[in-house]
């Protein structure tokens, strides 16, 4: 006998990384009795119907948005509000309205204002990713052992939110609830910052006249191999995200730089041994997240993913 299905119709609005990786996980799961999808481009709606990973594929996002129990944005923040706009006149009253951006604060003043009061509104973060984009990109185990942060406005119905939950768990993911704000705080220290450093470090050494181009990738060492991955990201969705979160992203910059300008003067002077205790205690930071089993302290080439075991029958 099989379990039921989370939900009845789940639509995905946009179809990246995240979105093909949702519909490959809820259909491994059962999760839903239908996925329906849809995305910007006919060219990318095309591709969708090829992979075969969606019951339907549809033109606009309204006719996504039609009759689903679950509606999820997989598109960039700068657009949400836009969508939330398109679709309000065509959400069922009980529907649950959700994201997958990696800011929340602005996502809700963008959403909120155009969705009816009879749907549940619950913003999510699944915390995962990779450097590819793209329909092609997806997998099923993306979000195994991975946070999905979910940020319901106040006042939000809690039977909606334990139904969200239930689905993120279902696709793997650990999952927290905490507002908004306190999102944006924590996601720009731990997400943001190193994004837009590595996309400074990376174009710094574009730029160096006295290194070509061709020596920067022969002689990469891990660090800045690690760095040019982060600044692969798709640059659509980060331009988003900082110009959506910039005054958390500004104030943890802020606090980099106070940092950086202490090991400045550090080398400069040849402060030894306070070059020494700030390395030994961020290790320490490195060691923790392996312990908690935010990594694995295995080499970082060729890992394996973790395997979704499938929805038992």
């Known amino acids: 006998m099989s379990t039921a299905p989370l939900f009845e119709r789940v639509a995905l609005i946009g179809f990246g990384l995240i979105g093909g990786s949702i519909a490959r996980a809820a259909r491994e799961q059962g999760l839903a009795n239908e996925i329906v999808a849809t995305a910007r481009s006919a060219k990318t709606r095309a591709r969708i119907q090829e992979l075969g990973l969606v019951d339907r594929v549809v033109d606009s996002n309204a006719e996504a948005a039609k009759g689903a129990d679950l509606v999820i944005l997989c598109i960039p923040v700068g657009a949400c509000g836009t ?53 092609d990109s997806g997998f099923a185990e993306l979000f195994i052992n991975r946070w999905c942060i979910l940020t319901p406005p106040e006042g939000t119905d809690p039977k909606a939110v334990d139904r969200l939950r239930a689905f993120w768990a279902a696709l793997g993911a650990k999952v927290e609830i905490m507002t908004p704000d306190h999102h944006d705080l924590v996601l720009a220290i731990t997400s943001h910052l190193p994004h837009l450093i590595a996309y400074t470090i990376v174009g710094t050494a574009d730029e160096l006249g006295q290194v070509t181009s061709s020596e920067v990738m022969k002689f990469s060492a891990g660090g800045f191999r690690d760095f040019t991955r982060i600044a692969a990201s798709d640059p659509i969705m980060w331009r988003d995200v900082f110009l959506a979160n910039k005054d958390a992203v500004l104030e943890m910059l802020g606090t980099f730089n106070e940092d950086l300008s202490k090991l400045t003067r550090a080398i400069r002077r040849g402060d030894g041994e306070a070059l020494f205790e700030h390395f030994t205690r961020t290790r320490a930071i490195r060691r923790g997240i392996v312990e908690i089993g935010q990594d694995s302290a295995a080499p970082d080439f060729g890992r394996p993913h973790a395997h979704l075991e499938k929805k038992p029958e």
């Open 83 to 135: 969508v939330a706009q398109e679709i309000a006149a065509d959400l069922r009253p009980d529907a649950i309205v959700s994201d997958v951006g990696s800011v929340k604060a602005a996502v809700v003043r963008d959403m909120a204002p155009h969705l009816p009061g009879s749907a549940h509104f619950v913003p999510a973060h699944p915390v995962a990713g990779t450097e590819h984009s793209g329909p």
